[in-house]
Nanobody, 127 residues
Framework: VQLQASGGGFVQPGGSLRLSCVAS????????IGWFRQAPGKEREGVSC????????DYLDAVKGRFTISRDYTKPTVFLQMNNLKPEDTAVYYC?????????????????????WGQGIQVTVSS
């Protein structure tokens, strides 16, 4: 499975972006999904995750109420909708997926355990 990310760019504070991550060579069935980011000079941090059936989700406190993780099984694509963006959201964003057993509620904003990663995509929030 390969993940190809898109949708990053430059946006003013308060604006919105939707990141996409297309999974080629497979499906998103029985995969937990996650988004991570790394700001300049900082360690990579988990932004959001969702379990394989999207029954469990988790968000970094700093993005709660502004970001939404989702997927389209038919495409198959993982999304991160980002609203009310702030300069501190500026970072390189990464998507990741992990194969899990049917019915698993696994959802982690930690990097360990993810099987496939997309390439990083730059998001810059500035006036």
């Amino acid at each position: 499975v390969q993940l190809q990310a898109s949708g990053g760019g430059f946006v003013q504070p308060g604006g919105s972006l939707r990141l996409s991550c297309v999974a080629s060579g497979g499906t998103l069935d029985f995969y937990a999904i996650g988004w991570f980011r790394q700001a300049p000079g900082k360690e990579r941090e988990g932004v959001s995750c969702a379990s394989s059936t999207d029954g469990v989700t988790d968000y970094l406190d700093a993005v709660k109420g502004r970001f939404t993780i989702s997927r389209d099984y038919t495409k198959p694509t993982v999304f991160l909708q980002m609203n009310n963006l702030k300069p501190e959201d500026t970072a390189v964003y990464y998507c990741a997926i992990r194969k899990v057993l049917e019915g698993s509620n696994w959802c982690s904003r930690g990097e360990l355990g993810y099987d496939y990663w997309g390439q990083g995509i730059q998001v810059t929030v500035s006036s």
